[in-house]
T-cell receptor
């Protein structure tokens, strides 16, 4: 099992550009999450999904969009990138209501200049 | 008042020392309490979790929860250089398994 995979590992964007961060899990988990981690700030929840076709906003959703067309994939879309979106982005998954643990991917380091 | 407060450190200790990492929280809805470990340039991984007040031990690690004081701790005995990482407290039990994380404490164990 690969667990949670994320692509790309690194990316530099110019202000105003758009991109999609990919996240895939092969554990058949229902719940998936996107976080951003800024230095010294812990992890902030951007969006989450409880199953295919169901998504909802987290703590810091502005400037981002998500979709969940399959159980495995949960892409995060950045439209009109801004320097404030420079961060490390982590995708995570969780099996379901009876499981507490979230499994994290390796992260995508994004710089917007 | 922040929902979760964690001393960011950094913390530097000699090999073999006992390490104490702490978090306080204000949300009474939190039902389970977790510690994640994050190595440099990696994703966090679950180290320990508990859902009741008291101590839970796993090898060199002990998680302690005091719900009445809204305070959790992680103790590391006989610390090793391989324990050098960022430690994040995390709290759950609200809707849809969402977790609230502390800022993280950077720990360095030097030989």
């Amino acid at each position: 099992n690969a667990g949670v995979t994320q692509t790309p590992k690194f990316r530099i964007l110019k202000i105003g550009q758009s991109m999609t961060l990919q996240c895939t899990q092969d554990m058949n988990h229902n719940y998936m999450y996107w976080y951003r981690q800024d230095p010294g700030m812990g992890l902030k929840l951007i969006y989450y999904s409880v199953g295919a076709g169901i998504t909802d906003k987290g703590e810091v959703p502005n400037g981002y969009n998500v979709s969940r067309s399959t159980t495995e994939d949960f892409p995060l879309r950045l439209e009109l990138a801004a320097p404030s979106q420079t961060s490390v982005y982590f995708c995570a998954s969780r099996k379901g209501v009876d499981s507490y643990e979230q499994y994290f991917g390796p992260g995508t380091r994004l710089t917007v200049t | 008042q922040k929902e979760v407060e964690q001393d960011p450190g950094p913390l530097s200790v000699p090999e073999g020392a006992i390490v104490s990492l702490n978090c306080t929280y204000s949300n009474s809805a939190f039902q389970y309490f977790m510690w994640y470990r994050q190595y440099s340039r990696k994703g966090p991984e679950l180290l320990m979790y508990t859902y009741s007040s008291g101590n839970k031990e796993d090898g060199r690690f002990t998680a302690q929860v005091d719900k009445s004081s809204k305070y959790i701790s992680l103790f590391i005995r006989d610390s090793q250089p391989s324990d050098s990482a960022t430690y994040l407290c995390a709290f759950g039990g609200t809707s849809y398994g969402k977790l609230t994380f502390g800022q993280g404490t950077i720990l360095t164990v030097h030989p």
